[in-house]
């Protein structure tokens, strides 16, 4: 045998060496998912545990600061520490309701009907744009932010709505909730591989130190508006590949026995 010989022999043994400890390997640290919790009852004020994350993170540095949708994560205004009780939450699907917003700036959209829908090669976010009609005297209206001065933003205007992830069967994709401790608002447009099964809510934050100071928080948060389901089930359909979006999309048929034992 030939030194050239001898050394490919030695390439292939080497090569075929590598691709073994790969392997195993791959078998050995297999992600798995995190531990099923059973949902919360579907209440406008509920408790939870919210945690935080930003774009920096390692396990989100490659989605930059992009959300599961496609649109770019927003942090929340700030707080505005006294939180007011509004009479009901909303459903995405439901005729809006008025809000108290100024329609001339740009810190804040109101809240509306929420649907997506996906184009080849990109995804964005696509919100129903309705014109909100004057009610007539003695008519009642739910809002969505109390029009008291405490619960307006700099300048009176409704706070910004921040980003915050969370498995959309309990909170499907566009659900709007209040922090009753902060009074900040935030919309559900995210997910993630350890919320999935999960009562957690994932909270965006702009940077590293504001994350780290949140840390790992049991909030009341009440419910302003709820995303639609089916719009969430349509969507994560697609995407189903990876075991957490294959949870949601069982828990969203209704199978939650199989969404409990996938592992």
């Not at 992009?66 to 994560?73: D, I, M, S, V």
């Not at 590293?208 to 089916?230: F, K, Y």
């Not at 990876?242 to 026995?257: D, P, Q, S, T």
């Amino acid at each position: 045998m030939t030194y050239t010989q001898r050394r490919n022999l030695a390439l292939a043994v080497l090569a075929a060496f590598i691709a073994i400890i790969l392997l195993s390997g791959c078998g050995t640290t297999e992600r798995v998912l995190p531990p099923y919790e059973r949902p919360l009852a579907k209440t406008d004020f509920q408790n939870v545990r919210t945690t935080a994350y930003t774009h920096t993170e390692a396990d989100h540095r490659e989605y930059s600061n992009h959300n599961a949708l496609g649109g770019e994560l927003h942090a929340a205004g700030p707080p505005i520490h006294r939180a007011e009780a509004v009479a009901r939450a909303t459903l995405a699907y439901e005729v809006p309701r008025a809000i108290p917003v100024d329609e001339t700036s740009s810190y804040s959209s109101q809240l509306q009907p929420f649907s997506m829908e996906e184009t080849s090669g990109s995804r964005r976010i696509t919100r129903t744009t309705k014109r909100v009609t004057k009610t007539t005297r003695g008519a009642k209206r739910a809002v969505a932010v109390s029009p008291g001065r405490h619960s307006l933003g700099e300048g009176g205007r409704p706070p910004q709505i921040g980003s915050a992830a969370a498995d959309w069967s309990r909170w499907p994709a566009g659900t709007v909730f209040r922090l009753i401790s902060t009074g900040q608002n935030y919309r559900v447009e995210d997910y993630g591989w350890a919320l999935a099964g999960r009562n957690t809510i994932d909270l965006y934050m702009p940077n590293q130190r504001e994350m780290n100071s949140w840390g790992a928080r049991q909030e009341t948060i009440q419910v302003l508006q709820w995303g639609d389901p089916q719009e969430s089930l349509q969507f994560l359909s697609r995407h189903q590949d990876y075991k957490h979006i294959r949870r949601m999309v069982l828990e969203l048929k209704g199978r939650h026995k199989e969404a409990a034992a996938l592992r």
